[in-house]
């Protein structure tokens, strides 16, 4: 028996990360073709609260919403919730030049998975430590991807197959935990 989770996004990358995870507990990702509030406040959690609430409004069915960042150290943990603006506006070499000359390149990711339904809203967080390479590798993921190497690897995510990535990712990280909680659930009496 294979469960669904319908996300709202249309991001494919995100949804083919989730899904690969998901699989490995018997349920699978699929878009829910809702659109997702885009909401910008100085927290993830905030963010995908609100986001996978108000899907779940519109949709009338449970439905997850998934956001990350990415918290640069020397930046003061910038760009944080406003990842995806920051990224959409100066890119990856917008965030190499703001790390010109910065001696400490550490960096995190984190993912919040945000699952609305009759239950309520249950939370599920990731994170990955890592540094923020000099130049841009790889060809895969999106995102930040070619410019972040999880610790314990010499590789950016870019560089890596979605599995390799799952092993060490924010998201994948928080879809684990979601699975738990999604096996918790239909074993319960």
């Keep these: 028996m294979t469960g669904l989770v319908l996300f709202a996004t249309g991001n494919r990358h995100k949804l083919?990360?989730?899904?690969?995870?998901?699989?490995?507990?018997?349920?699978?990702?699929?878009a829910a073709g809702v659109p997702k509030l885009e909401l910008q406040a100085d927290s993830l959690e905030e963010i995908a609260v609100a986001a996978a609430a108000t899907a779940y409004a519109a949709a009338g069915r449970p439905i997850a919403v998934e956001d990350a960042?990415?918290?640069?150290?020397?930046?003061?943990?910038?760009p944080g919730?406003?990842?995806?603006?920051?990224?959409?506006?100066?890119?990856?070499?917008?965030?190499?030049?703001l790390l010109e000359?910065?001696?400490?390149?550490?960096?995190?990711?984190?993912?919040?998975?945000a699952y609305a339904?009759?239950?309520g809203v249950k939370v599920f967080t990731g994170r990955v430590r890592g540094t923020i390479?000099?130049?841009?590798?790889?060809?895969?993921?999106?995102?930040?991807?070619?410019?972040?190497?999880?610790?314990?690897?010499?590789?950016t995510f870019a560089e890596m197959t979605l599995e390799e990535k799952n092993r060490y990712?924010?998201?994948a990280a928080a879809?684990?935990?979601l699975c738990r909680w999604l096996r918790e659930a239909r074993e319960a009496p």
């Design 133 to 155: 390479a000099a130049e841009p590798r790889g060809s895969g993921g999106f995102g930040y991807d070619p410019v972040f190497i999880p610790e314990g690897e010499t590789r």
């Design 101 to 113: 000359g910065a001696g400490d390149r550490a960096a995190e990711f984190r993912s919040v998975i």
């Design 16 to 30: 083919a990360e989730l899904d690969a995870v998901l699989r490995g507990c018997g349920y699978r990702a699929e």
């Design 69 to 78: 960042g990415l918290f640069v150290d020397a930046l003061n943990g910038f």
């Design 175 to 177: 879809a684990r935990e």
């Design 117 to 119: 339904g009759p239950w």
């Design 169 to 171: 990712s924010h998201r």
């Design 81 to 97: 919730p406003y990842t995806s603006y920051v990224y959409k506006t100066l890119g990856v070499r917008g965030l190499l030049r």
